[in-house]
């Protein structure tokens, strides 16, 4: 599903236009990612939990040289899906 497909999901099943169905998802996208950036978390029971993962500094290998660099500390963010949502999927 893309997010034309996910739009019209979302504006089928709550009764709203694709046009406020798609603000309404760019609200969801930039409140979570403004919370990420400051370092918070999103919880949402049942569905799961977006957070930010921080990755330690390590050195790695260039495949075609073989020569070892360095890779710098970086944070990425993570989503830890819920158990009711678990639980759904293996139903």
């Known amino acids: ?5 996910l739009v019209a999901a979302m504006a089928d099943k709550a009764g ?31 569905f799961g939990t977006f957070e930010v993962a921080t990755r330690q500094a390590r050195e790695g290998r260039n495949p075609a040289t073989k020569e070892i660099i360095k890779i710098a500390a970086s944070k990425a963010p993570k989503f ?10 293996n139903a």
């Open 1 to 5: 599903m893309n997010k034309t497909e």
């Open 16 to 46: 709203i236009s694709k046009k406020d169905a798609e603000k309404a998802l760019a609200a969801f996208v930039d409140t979570v990612s403004a919370e990420l950036k400051d370092g918070g978390k999103v919880q949402l029971v049942g």
């Open 80 to 89: 830890k899906a819920g158990k009711a949502l678990k639980d759904m999927i």
